[in-house]
């Protein structure tokens, strides 16, 4: 049987994504990457995931530095993915305000009446 040396190329990789993009339950997303993945790695990866929403925050370099304790190496590979990369993180942090902002719409208990108002309002608002 033939080795295969690079994974990318063998369409593997690509069922991977595929793979996530299918499974819906974030539950059974977890499942899937505990098994996939060593402790260490899911660590790792969130970690860079952690990096990634302070730098979104505005915090500097020597703040984040103190703050998780990871190597500068790691820090300064995510700041350089955030400027420079394919905008992966970016769709993340941008799934992560989009879901956010949906938890927030939840918690407010909009009965009809008060939708109604709402409405009413803003229609009286733009006369």
Same mark, same amino acid.
């Given at each position: 049987?033939?080795?295969?040396?690079?994974?990318?190329?063998?369409?593997?990789?690509?069922?991977?994504?595929?793979?996530?993009?299918?499974? %819906?339950? /974030?539950?059974?997303?977890?499942?899937?990457?505990?098994?996939?993945?060593? /402790?260490?790695?899911?660590?790792?990866?969130?970690?860079?995931?952690?990096?990634?929403?302070?730098?979104?925050?505005?915090?500097?370099?020597?703040?984040?530095?103190?703050?998780?304790?990871?190597? %500068?190496?790691?820090?300064? $590979?995510?700041?350089?993915?955030?400027? $420079?990369?394919?905008?992966?993180?970016?769709?993340?942090?941008?799934?992560? $305000?989009?879901? &956010?902002?949906?938890?927030?719409?939840? &918690?407010?208990?909009?009965?009809?009446?008060?939708?109604? $108002?709402?409405?009413?309002?803003?229609?009286?608002?733009?006369?």
């Amino acid at each position: 049987m033939k080795k295969i040396k690079r994974f990318k190329k063998s369409g593997s990789e690509k069922e991977l994504w595929q793979i996530l993009a299918e499974i %819906k339950d /974030p539950k059974e997303i977890q499942k899937f990457m505990n098994d996939l993945l060593s /402790p260490s790695e899911v660590s790792m990866i969130t970690q860079r995931w952690v990096i990634s929403k302070l730098f979104n925050k505005g915090w500097t370099y020597d703040k984040i530095v103190l703050k998780i304790g990871a190597g %500068k190496g790691t820090i300064n $590979r995510i700041y350089n993915i955030l400027h $420079r990369g394919k905008g992966g993180f970016t769709i993340g942090l941008n799934v992560l $305000r989009e879901l &956010k902002e949906i938890e927030e719409v939840k &918690k407010k208990e909009y009965t009809k009446s008060n939708l109604e $108002r709402y409405i009413d309002r803003r229609i009286k608002k733009g006369k």
